[in-house]
């Protein structure tokens, strides 16, 4: 990983390195500002403790996301959503947005997250895709923005994924690298739909993974992935 996660210096390490889409998380503070953050509390990633859930955008604001991973992003802090989406929109990419709301909260997250993308993106841009292991979140995001993709993550193998698939009307899968052989690869090429892989370190399973027909992999630095 070259940069903080979560950060606009993530955005922007990705676009250096000539990448087209990112991932990013999103929840709500507790007075409901969708921000870019991976865990339910601020402990790991940000200078902050407690509950994301509990804490405010104002105090959140002041956190120092960049600190514990190098000093040279000290000052660098915690970004509202639409401010990577307009990060991302200036370098032309694309992007995933996995919504990970926090215990409770999957309605709430969701209507935010999807509601302020819709104001700001532009009806010419390749559409986000929205992305949850949470079926709730992708049904309100369905019934919010019928016409934008929805990707269904995994982290087990489910031999009944394809009912889930159908039920919700998801444009693409995506599943934990160590759960993936050539058979289930197969299973989604047959079945039309594109599998994505998370998340790869490795270059050489990379290469293994895109030869069994998997449509995309995630990494955490994209020069991880692209050594001869």
Same mark, same amino acid.
């Given at each position: 990983m070259d940069a903080p996660e979560n950060t606009l210096a993530a955005v922007r390490a990705a676009?250096? *390195?000539?990448?087209?889409?990112?991932?990013?998380?999103?929840?709500?503070?507790?007075?409901g500002i969708p921000i870019l953050m991976h865990d339910e509390t601020l402990d790991r990633t940000t200078s902050g403790t407690g509950l994301v859930a509990e804490t405010t955008w104002e105090k959140i604001q002041k956190l120092d996301a960049g600190k514990s991973f190098d000093s040279r992003f000290v000052g660098e802090r915690i970004p509202l959503l639409t401010e990577v989406v307009q990060a991302v929109l200036s370098y032309d990419m694309s992007m995933i947005v996995e919504i990970k709301?926090?215990?409770? $909260?999957? $309605?709430?997250?969701?209507?935010?997250?999807?509601i302020e993308m819709a104001k700001?993106?532009?009806?010419q841009k390749l559409l986000p895709v929205?992305?949850?292991?949470?079926?709730?979140?992708?049904?309100?995001?369905?019934?919010?923005?019928? *016409?934008?993709?929805r990707c269904i993550l995994m982290d087990?193998?489910?031999?009944?994924? *394809?009912?889930r698939v159908d039920r919700q009307g998801a444009s693409a899968v995506a599943l934990?690298?160590?759960?993936?052989?050539?058979? $289930?690869?197969?299973?989604?090429?047959?079945?039309?739909?594109?599998?994505l892989a998370y998340t790869?370190?490795?270059?050489? $399973?990379?290469?293994?993974?895109?030869?069994?027909?998997?449509a995309a992999v995630y990494a955490g630095s994209p020069r991880d992935i692209v050594k001869p």
């Amino acid at each position: 990983m070259d940069a903080p996660e979560n950060t606009l210096a993530a955005v922007r390490a990705a676009n250096e *390195h000539g990448v087209k889409w990112i991932e990013v998380d999103v929840k709500i503070t507790y007075d409901g500002i969708p921000i870019l953050m991976h865990d339910e509390t601020l402990d790991r990633t940000t200078s902050g403790t407690g509950l994301v859930a509990e804490t405010t955008w104002e105090k959140i604001q002041k956190l120092d996301a960049g600190k514990s991973f190098d000093s040279r992003f000290v000052g660098e802090r915690i970004p509202l959503l639409t401010e990577v989406v307009q990060a991302v929109l200036s370098y032309d990419m694309s992007m995933i947005v996995e919504i990970k709301p926090c215990a409770g $909260r999957a $309605r709430a997250t969701t209507m935010v997250t999807v509601i302020e993308m819709a104001k700001v993106w532009p009806e010419q841009k390749l559409l986000p895709v929205i992305a949850s292991y949470d079926d709730e979140c992708l049904e309100i995001a369905a019934q919010l923005e019928p *016409h934008w993709p929805r990707c269904i993550l995994m982290d087990q193998w489910d031999p009944e994924w *394809h009912s889930r698939v159908d039920r919700q009307g998801a444009s693409a899968v995506a599943l934990r690298e160590d759960q993936l052989t050539a058979s $289930r690869v197969k299973m989604f090429v047959d079945y039309n739909i594109p599998l994505l892989a998370y998340t790869l370190s490795d270059a050489a $399973r990379a290469k293994e993974l895109l030869a069994w027909g998997v449509a995309a992999v995630y990494a955490g630095s994209p020069r991880d992935i692209v050594k001869p």
